[in-house]
């Protein structure tokens, strides 16, 4: 674990993008997966929430980069030693930040963007209501005093 | 000697908008007929400069004059023509350029194609699409020129990425800069209008169209760049939340809002205010969109840092024209007064509900989208935000969207009653929730998505059906039918575009949710199952193209023995660019595709391959041409044929 941060760290950036590019190593590899069908699913669930730490939006699920196979194989060994899910998701968290959470935690300011989408939309029935109020959505039903006068006169005759 | 003549058309075409810019906008304030009558011709002579400026760097890029910055950067003698000229617009100075022409060429069609329009509202109109252009036309001249020549000319360019070589992906910008750039003229229209001080059915009738045909631009753009990336990226996604699809994502929400809400205004004299700020919205998020895209600041805040000068200028762009036309909504809005009134239960509700939803979800988008930078930069507090947060976040509001749709199509305008509506829709309901359980009663152990999203997905297309059925009366089966193919072509584009939406959704939630995928070393020769397939690996060898080599492989795909398709994967080099494709195989078929990658050689011999089926995956672009032929129906709508002579007389009446 150590020894591949050091691998990373020291890598001028220019040779980890040709490291990058040269080596077209396509996503999740056969000699990483899992024998038991029930975890190897668990930790291709968990892998497509965790972003590559180098690259740009990109899974560890579907990324190339060297890295991303040391997260999918640490994934599955710590879900091989038993962990669960969250722990397993934990133990990257704990070693590379929060920042790899494609799904952000709702805590503290995230709850700005969980919350930002059902706030704007109590606003808008808020504002639609309150407009469709104000214009008196069915004035068509009642009668202006003069009108009312009328009908009066009508029904008494 | 060309490429000077189309730099030069360039600078005389900022010119000429800076002219079409100010002074029809003073002659209309002023009522000075002569000056309102130059922006005519000023919109003509721009477009046909950006047009001409445009042609001598295509001709830069298909003689591969070297002595050209971008054309080194972007290409290379052995480059297919096809990708010599889609070069033109493969880089960020060329695809600004197309921008201009674009905008350009939708100021010049309402020159042209606007004869009824009150000439007030029409030198309006022109003067602000002008000053868009005097903006990006700056922008492109002082930050971004494509006719910088470089001191010594190379032997040959650095070609274009070649992930960017390809069809679907050639025709992906020019679909999307329509669709961003004509919601330009919405925005023009708004700000025109709020100028004016006036807003009324012809307003929206005008506005209506270019309003669609953007919006027809941007659902097809969309749909080719999924596509491309469903079958160039090598892993079947087709939609990866990523910051440049958000960015044209955003406005396609908006401008399928705007394009219902101006249907009320049209026809119903209400929801003005709302409308004009949609327009402009819209049209903010298109700029937004181009700044993202462009600056490269989402990506990375310091590749932003780095070459600040680009995004900075759009940044202004952005806060001007938004930050202006939302001043001028602020100051003028109170006087669009609402004609039409209605009730709580009625089409303009359904309506409101529809642009509420839409505009929202647009919201969600754009806040997952900037909210990195924001935690960053505000925070400081390294987030990220994917595709599983879009997944929880947007999802909702599009079930929201699809489960009231039906209805509120089928409702009445003013005071509709909902009892009828839905018992009407009881057999579409009924169909659809049976779906649902039979799917989720053959499915074992998976998640509720794919029976959940056929059960939304059957609910929208049966009740599309159901809507077209009932715009046919009461009598016989005959007569029925009989009226039914002289249904005004609105009615037809209404249902088709409903129908396309179910088809997407249902296609979406099935590609997620029942999808096989198949990981493994095959040696050659060698038979493995794959669902209810056989795929066998015949051999693999090396091939040589134009502009790069490629590791082809040749796998027989079978059913119970017989053939069902021989594909052909592949793994390109391109030594020019350095980099490395895959080319997955697909058997395209209707109710699944075979998607088939190879991988690497393995040490053991062997070879790595990934093979998927992916479930009605042609449903999901075939529901979005669908979509976009259901507007284009009802963009050749009676109304609009006829609108520009007929409407002549009634422009005048003012909203009030």
Not at chain 2, 124 to 134: D, K, P, S, T
Not at chain 2, 153 to 168: E, S, T
Not at chain 2, 208 to 225: D, M, N, Q, V
């Amino acid at each position: 674990m150590k020894r591949l941060q050091r691998w990373w760290a020291d890598c001028p950036p220019y040779i980890l993008a040709f490291l990058l590019l040269a080596t077209p190593v396509a996503a999740v590899q056969p000699d990483e997966m899992l024998a038991d069908p029930v975890l190897e699913a668990r930790a291709r669930e968990i892998s497509r929430d965790i972003r590559c730490p180098v690259c740009q939006g990109e899974t560890i699920d579907d990324s190339n980069a060297p890295i991303s196979r040391d997260l999918r194989i640490i994934i599955r060994e710590r879900l091989v030693a038993g962990d669960t899910d969250e722990e397993a998701v934990d133990y990257i968290v704990a070693r590379y930040g929060e920042g790899v959470l494609f799904k952000p935690r709702a805590t503290g300011s995230n709850l700005i963007l969980w919350l930002a989408g059902p706030a704007l939309l109590l606003v808008g029935v808020g504002v639609a209501v309150a407009s469709g109020r104000r214009r008196g959505m069915v004035p068509e039903a009642a009668l202006s005093e003069a009108e009312e006068a009328r009908l009066e006169e009508i029904l008494k005759k | 000697m060309i490429v000077e003549l189309g730099h030069f058309a360039l600078i005389l075409a900022l010119m000429v908008a800076l002219v079409q810019a100010t002074l029809p906008l003073w002659g209309a304030q002023r009522g000075d007929a002569r000056l309102m009558a130059l922006a005519e011709p000023a919109a003509l002579m721009q477009a046909v400069l950006v047009a001409a400026s445009f042609g001598a760097l295509t001709w830069a890029f298909v003689v591969s004059d070297f002595s050209l910055i971008v054309v080194v950067n972007n290409s290379h003698t052995l480059k297919p023509m096809l990708y010599k000229v889609a070069g033109v617009w493969g880089n960020h100075e060329g695809s600004l350029l197309l921008w201009v022409l674009i905008l350009a060429v939708y100021g010049a069609a309402v020159a042209l194609f606007g004869q009824g329009l009150p000439t007030r509202l029409k030198a309006r109109v022109l003067a602000v699409q002008g000053l868009i252009g005097v903006a990006f036309l700056a922008f492109l001249l002082w930050t971004s020129n494509p006719f910088w020549r470089v001191d010594v000319p190379p032997m040959n360019g650095q070609d274009l990425n070649p992930l960017l070589q390809d069809p679907g992906l050639a025709f992906h910008p020019p679909f999307l800069y329509l669709g961003y750039v004509g919601l330009s003229m919405a925005f023009s229209f708004a700000v025109a209008a709020l100028i004016e001080g006036r807003v009324d059915a012809a307003w929206g009738r005008w506005v209506r169209p270019w309003t669609l045909a953007a919006w027809i631009f941007l659902t097809i753009g969309i749909a080719l760049g999924s596509w491309w990336a469903y079958y160039e990226l090598g892993w079947g996604g087709f939609w990866f939340w990523d910051p440049v699809e958000n960015a044209s994502f955003m406005p396609w929400l908006l401008a399928a809002a705007l394009l219902h809400s101006s249907i009320v205004v049209e026809k119903r004299e209400s929801l003005k205010a709302w409308t004009i700020l949609l327009a402009i919205l819209a049209f903010g998020f298109s700029l937004i969109g181009t700044f993202i895209v462009r600056s490269g600041v989402i990506t990375s805040v310091h590749a932003f840092a780095n070459d600040p000068e680009r995004g900075v200028f759009i940044l202004m762009i952005l806060g001007f024209f938004t930050g202006g036309a939302l001043v001028l909504f602020a100051a003028r809005a109170g006087v669009m007064e609402a004609k039409g009134v209605f009730a709580m239960v009625s089409r303009e509700t359904a309506l409101v509900a529809n642009n509420i939803l839409l505009t929202v979800a647009a919201f969600v988008v754009f806040v997952g989208t900037i909210w990195p930078l924001v935690a960053e930069l505000a925070l400081g507090r390294a987030v990220s935000v994917g595709e599983p947060f879009f997944n929880a976040a947007f999802t909702p509001f599009m079930v929201g969207l699809a489960t009231i749709l039906p209805v509120g199509a089928m409702l009445a305008w003013k005071r509709g009653a909902l009892g009828r509506t839905l018992r009407g829709l009881l057999p579409a309901l009924a169909l659809a929730l049976a779906l649902g359980a039979l799917a989720f009663a053959m499915q074992t152990g998976r998640s509720a998505l794919g029976p959940v999203g056929l059960m939304l997905g059957a609910w929208v297309v049966l009740g599309a059906l159901t809507d077209l059925w009932a715009r046919t009366g009461r009598e016989g089966i005959g007569a029925r039918l009989a009226r039914l193919s002289r249904l005004p072509r609105a009615d037809w584009g209404r249902v088709l575009a409903h129908g396309g939406l179910g088809i997407t959704i249902f296609a979406v939630a099935a590609m997620l949710s029942w999808k096989v995928e198949d990981i493994r070393v095959v040696q050659l020769g060698e038979t493995y199952p794959l669902g209810r397939y056989e795929v066998r690996l015949d051999e693999v060898h090396e091939v040589e193209g134009p502009n790069y080599v490629s590791t082809m492989g040749r796998m027989t795909v079978m059913r119970n023995g017989a053939v069902v398709a021989v594909l052909s994967p592949e793994k390109r080099v391109y030594p020019v660019a350095a980099m490395p494709t895959t080319e997955a195989a697909i058997d395209y078929g209707f109710l699944r595709d075979i998607y088939l990658v190879l991988g690497d050689r393995q040490a053991s011999g062997g070879w790595a391959v990934r093979s998927y089926i992916e479930p009605f995956a042609n449903w999901l672009w075939g529901g979005a041409i669908i979509m976009a032929l259901g507007g284009v129906l009802s963009l050749t709508d009676r109304r609009y044929r006829v609108a520009a002579g007929a409407r002549r007389g009634a422009v005048g009446v003012p909203a009030e």
